[in-house]
């Protein structure tokens, strides 16, 4: 395996992952950083932004089906939309699907 030079380090992302890794990809031409690590570390909020705007009929106390339906649909625009990643949708998503079931729970009769 050849080793890489410092010229192609130099032109690499200086993104360094938890386990100590570094991004492989070339980085842009107006940031140290790759198109992908340079738009995730400028928008490190908008994460929370979006699940504030999707919980909004949770916080208010209407926790229906109904809700949980219009906060389903909103998240997948989302993901269309790239504003949060698919898998954080999914724990949405189960998050979703407990609070449905708990409600058709408590709507049962004894």
């Known amino acids: 395996m050849s080793k890489?030079?410092?010229?192609?380090?130099?032109?690499?992302?200086?993104?360094?992952?938890?386990?100590?890794?570094?991004?492989?990809?070339?980085?842009?031409?107006?940031?140290?950083?790759?198109?992908?690590?340079t738009r995730k570390l400028h928008q490190p909020g908008q994460l929370e932004q979006v699940l504030l705007e999707l919980s909004g009929p949770?916080?208010?106390?209407?926790?229906?089906?109904?809700?949980?339906?219009?906060?389903l649909h909103r998240v997948s625009a989302s993901v269309a939309e790239g504003r949060i990643a698919p898998k954080q949708a999914n724990a949405i998503a189960g998050a979703a699907g407990a609070l449905l079931k708990s409600i058709s729970n408590s709507a049962q009769p004894l």
């Open 58 to 71: 949770v916080r208010r106390g209407s926790t229906c089906a109904s809700a949980l339906a219009h906060i």
């Open 4 to 37: 890489r030079t410092s010229e192609d380090r130099s032109s690499s992302c200086a993104f360094l992952f938890a386990d100590g890794r570094r991004c492989r990809m070339l980085r842009s031409s107006l940031s140290q950083y790759c198109y992908h690590h």
